[in-house]
């Protein structure tokens, strides 16, 4: 082995234990929090355009059409760099928090949303013939055959958000992304690093899938009886 080889071994392993802590301490919590906080906020919104709630309708639209196109990049440097200059100023961590729960709320309220208009029309009719109002036919009737469909879809988003959690390095996060960011600019080895970190990442989301394998499989089954 040559010297240069013997120095990128040694590295990558010194380097390994600090990336895997900052995953588990920052990466993997931020994308938990966010994802948690985003589901709140998407099943209020696909609950409010799904009942077609008339004076909040067009508000969530708006707010679903601006964070759908646009960067979620940007979405971060606008919370971080830009609300200082009007004098709203956020640390790191809560401002990464904030932007990934508006990703998140926009794209899983969609799911969502399709997710309870997948059910059919018949059952609403149904339920409004029984006498039940359009909040408890949501609750009773639409929720637990929605969140079947919506399951798969969500779980996928999740995995994606562990990935995209990297993008909170650009506003000082030091998640696993940045942790590798500033041990290469120790250490110069950019390749060997950054492709240990993409491995780390892969690590992650190799778990995930199969819990969410599990999940589904599990959760399929108790929607069954």
């Known amino acids: 082995m040559t010297d240069r080889m013997a120095r990128i071994v040694e590295i990558l392993i010194d380097s ?44 969530v639209r708006f707010y679903v059409w601006i964070i759908r196109g646009t960067p979620l990049l940007v979405q971060l440097f606008i919370i971080f760099y830009g609300l200082p200059s009007i004098g709203i100023t ?8 904030i932007g990934f729960t508006l990703n998140v709320g926009a ?25 039940l109002t359009k909040n408890q036919t949501l ?3 639409i929720i637990p055959q929605a969140v079947k469909v919506a399951i798969p879809p969500l779980a996928n988003s999740f995995i994606s958000l562990v990935k995209d959690t990297s993008l909170a390095a650009v ?7 940045q942790t590798a960011q500033i041990i290469t600019a120790r250490t110069y080895e950019p390749l060997w690093l950054y492709m240990e970190a993409a491995l780390i990442y ?11 394998s599990k999940m589904e499989m599990k959760f399929t089954k108790n929607l069954a009886h």
């Not at 390994?16 to 906020?41: E, Q």
């Not at 892969?202 to 969410?212: D, E, H, Y």
């Open 202 to 212: 892969l690590m992650f989301c190799t778990i995930l899938t199969l819990v969410q």
């Open 90 to 97: 956020l640390d790191a961590l809560t401002a990464a928090m």
């Open 139 to 141: 609750i009773y009737i």
């Open 171 to 177: 506003v000082t996060v030091r998640e696993l992304f």
């Open 107 to 131: 794209y899983s309220s969609e799911t969502i949303r399709a997710a309870m208009m997948s059910v059919s029309k018949g059952q609403w009719e149904a339920a409004h013939a029984l006498g």
């Open 16 to 59: 390994f234990v600090p990336m895997l802590k900052a995953g588990l301490t920052f990466t993997v919590p931020l994308a938990i929090i966010s994802f948690l906080l985003g589901l709140v906020l998407a099943f209020i919104v696909a609950t409010i355009r799904v009942l077609n709630i008339k004076c909040l309708n067009p508000i």
